[in-house]
């Protein structure tokens, strides 16, 4: 069976990434951030990319 043009054309055919699933990846990052020692008043006033770029520190 022969695969299609249009099947080929990966970022067409890509899903789209959800406002839910997002959500709940900024919930667990800010949970590790909490884990991690940073008060709860500092990880709310973050940005999502500070959240990020501050667990890329605590991890290394």
Do not use: F, W
């Amino acid at each position: 069976m022969r695969i299609r043009r249009s099947m080929r054309k990966k970022p067409l055919r890509r899903p789209t990434k959800k406002a839910g699933p997002k959500r709940y990846r900024v919930a667990q990052q800010k949970k590790r951030l909490a884990v991690a020692g940073i008060p709860e008043t500092i990880i709310r006033r973050m940005t999502n990319k500070d959240i990020r770029e501050s667990l890329m520190k605590n991890n290394a």
